[in-house]
């Protein structure tokens, strides 16, 4: 079983600045596609950004210009930089994984909360 540890959350000003970082809990050598998804109170959980195992990425058009995704390899970790926070932000952000291998599976994170204050 593998397991996404999500941190970095927390309460922010508008206009303010907030990394999320994603770690697999075992050494994975074949973690294929990474993505931040959130969910607001009340709305569907929707993608904010991937990123595959070569690094190529894709934004939500919400987030393009504000939000940075990468990814650590070595470390089987990912990150999100969310600079220039807006109130409609604010959500629970999750992190999702896709896995081939032994581990083959698609796998979620906890969720961690983003509130962007106005």
């Known amino acids: 079983q593998v397991q996404l540890v999500e941190s970095g959350g927390g309460l922010v000003q508008a206009g303010g600045s907030l990394r999320l970082s994603c770690t697999a809990s075992?050494?994975?050598?074949?973690?294929?596609?990474m993505g931040w998804y959130r969910q607001a109170p009340g709305k569907q959980r929707d993608l904010v950004a991937r990123?595959?195992?070569?690094?190529?990425?894709d934004y939500s058009d919400s987030v393009k210009g504000r939000f940075t995704i990468s990814r650590d390899n070595a470390k089987n970790t990912m990150y999100l930089q969310m600079n220039s926070l807006k109130a409609e932000d604010t959500a629970v952000y999750y992190c999702?994984?896709?896995?081939?291998?032994?581990?083959?599976?698609?796998?979620w994170g906890q969720g961690t909360q983003v509130t962007v204050s106005s």
């Open positions: 999702n994984a896709e896995i081939s291998g032994i581990w083959k599976g698609n796998y």
């Open positions: 075992r050494n994975i050598f074949s973690i294929n596609t």
């Open positions: 990123i595959t195992s070569g690094g190529s990425t």
